[in-house]
């Protein structure tokens, strides 16, 4: 009888550890077609940001990988100096090849271990001979709880949504 209840004590504690594991916030962002020649894919990074603005998640950065050293990752000017230029690149996980127009999907992880609060997920984008654009996301953090929220960018960003699941 006690075996049997400390089995299903375990199982029940393996069972609360996977939930809080699968925190994790998914994020669509939208690069939309621009008529422009020539065209130059945008660099993009989506990080997820306290009250105080303060990096807390690093999502993704979409930069082209061929070219050696950071050239051009300081034009995301936002995400160069909230924690950018202490990357080393390329970085496992996080950094990713520029994309063409479309809808392209970021997950942030991790999510269990934040206090409760506001954050925003923020998308920046900066295109060589084009704009820069950046928007912010915000949504409430409750720990066990649902959250969304969008966005649109004007220009170098279209749509923006994020889906927040406990």
């Given at each position: 009888m006690r075996s049997s209840l400390s089995l299903v004590a375990a199982t029940i504690a393996v069972a609360a550890?996977?939930?809080?594991?699968?925190?994790?916030?998914?994020?669509?962002?939208?690069?939309?077609?621009?008529?422009?020649?020539?065209?130059?894919?945008?660099?993009?990074?989506?990080w997820l940001e306290d009250a105080t603005g303060k990096q807390v998640r690093m999502g993704a950065v979409f930069h082209d990988q061929a070219r050696i050293g950071v050239r051009w990752l300081p034009e995301l000017r936002?995400?160069?100096?909230?924690?950018?230029?202490a990357m080393t690149m390329p970085a496992d996980g996080?950094?990713?090849?520029?994309?063409a127009p479309g809808r392209h999907t970021v997950t942030l992880s991790g999510l269990e271990g934040l206090a409760p609060g506001r954050?925003?997920?923020?998308?920046?984008?900066?295109?060589?001979?084009?704009?820069?654009?950046?928007?912010?996301?915000?949504?409430e953090w409750r720990a066990?709880?649902?959250?969304?929220?969008?966005?649109?960018?004007?220009?170098?960003?279209?749509?923006?949504?994020?889906s927040v699941q406990p």
């Open positions: 550890a996977d939930t809080a594991l699968a925190a994790s916030a998914t994020v669509t962002v939208e690069i939309p077609r621009i008529d422009a020649q020539p065209y130059r894919k945008p660099y993009v990074a989506v936002t995400w160069w100096r909230v924690g950018g230029r996080i950094s990713r090849p520029t994309q954050y925003a997920v923020v998308v920046e984008a900066a295109r060589e001979k084009g704009g820069r654009e950046l928007v912010k996301v915000p949504f066990g709880r649902r959250a969304a929220g969008s966005a649109r960018g004007n220009a170098e960003l279209g749509a923006i949504a994020v």
